[in-house]
């Protein structure tokens, strides 16, 4: 029988992920899904029923590419993967934003936590389904659907760099105070997760910490289909 979500992200390191997230901004999780998984996640794409919308990006400017929103309920694994990696994160969530004077804190558990966005009027679900093909990208961004934003996300990606497809890393820009941007460009493997800052987080400074600003995105895939989930945490309106 397979591992079950939650026994996996317990047995991470979370110590060493939170010394990745404080020192680069994001943190690498290898094989959190199986192969099989990935093919059964990715095979969603085409069923109209899991999704609530649609996103054509060519046509907002967003890149090259198209991503779905699922709808409520979300598909077993993906409800397992936002529930349980919420409590690994919302600790580095509130030291991050105790570090950068912020009054808000994050509750403990998932369900807390998004009763907060529907009393601000975020209730739509936000993980994500995103495809690219050739040609496909996605330009520098932040997932910001509202006035309530969780600080951290993750995204698992579901295709093999150099089988399925060719290019298509995913970027992370940095912009600290002061200082010349400071980019990643990383071709995770099958399964692998990477966890990231969703907007900003604190950086060392002379007083302290400064607020660095982090975006996302994925370079131009140049031959094959690359598919990846989205886990974001806080909903939108």
């Given at each position: 029988?397979?591992?079950?979500?939650?026994?996996?992200?317990?047995?991470?390191?979370?110590?060493?992920?939170?010394?990745?997230?404080?020192?680069?901004?994001?943190?690498?999780?290898?094989?959190?899904?199986?192969?099989?998984?990935?093919?059964?996640?990715?095979?969603?794409?085409?069923?109209?029923?899991?999704?609530?919308?649609?996103?054509?990006?060519?046509?907002?400017?967003?890149?090259?590419?198209?991503?779905?929103?699922?709808?409520?309920?979300?598909?077993?694994?993906?409800?397992?993967?936002?529930?349980?990696?919420?409590p690994r994160l919302a600790p580095v969530a509130?030291?991050?934003?105790?570090?950068?004077?912020?009054?808000?804190?994050?509750?403990p558990d998932l369900d807390a936590f998004r009763?907060?966005?529907?009393?601000?009027?975020?209730?739509?679900?936000?993980?994500?389904?995103?495809?690219?093909?050739?040609?496909?990208?996605?330009?520098?961004?932040?997932?910001?659907?509202?006035?309530?934003?969780?600080?951290?996300?993750?995204?698992?990606?579901?295709?093999?760099?150099?089988?399925?497809?060719?290019?298509?890393?995913?970027?992370?820009?940095?912009?600290?105070?002061?200082?010349?941007?400071?980019?990643?460009?990383?071709?995770?493997?099958?399964?692998?997760?990477?966890?990231?800052?969703?907007?900003?987080?604190?950086?060392?400074?002379?007083?302290?910490?400064?607020?660095?600003?982090?975006?996302?995105?994925?370079?131009?895939v140049t031959r094959g289909r690359r598919d990846?989930?989205?886990?974001?945490?806080?909903?939108?309106?």
């Amino acid at each position: 029988m397979t591992q079950p979500i939650a026994s996996r992200l317990a047995a991470v390191d979370w110590e060493a992920a939170r010394a990745s997230l404080d020192e680069r901004g994001f943190a690498r999780v290898p094989e959190l899904l199986t192969a099989e998984e990935c093919a059964a996640v990715s095979a969603l794409f085409d069923g109209d029923q899991r999704f609530r919308s649609t996103i054509e990006m060519a046509r907002h400017g967003y890149g090259a590419g198209r991503y779905r929103y699922f709808a409520e309920p979300l598909p077993p694994l993906v409800r397992a993967l936002r529930r349980y990696a919420y409590p690994r994160l919302a600790p580095v969530a509130n030291d991050w934003a105790a570090a950068l004077r912020r009054t808000e804190r994050f509750p403990p558990d998932l369900d807390a936590f998004r009763a907060l966005c529907r009393d601000g009027g975020q209730e739509k679900p936000t993980p994500l389904l995103l495809r690219y093909g050739p040609g496909g990208h996605n330009n520098l961004h932040r997932d910001l659907y509202g006035e309530i934003a969780f600080p951290l996300q993750l995204a698992v990606f579901l295709s093999r760099p150099g089988l399925d497809y060719d290019g298509g890393a995913f970027l992370l820009v940095e912009q600290r105070p002061r200082r010349q941007s400071r980019g990643e460009a990383l071709l995770p493997a099958q399964g692998e997760a990477v966890i990231f800052a969703t907007a900003e987080r604190p950086v060392p400074s002379a007083r302290g910490h400064a607020r660095a600003v982090l975006r996302h995105g994925v370079s131009t895939v140049t031959r094959g289909r690359r598919d990846t989930l989205g886990i974001i945490f806080h909903d939108a309106r």
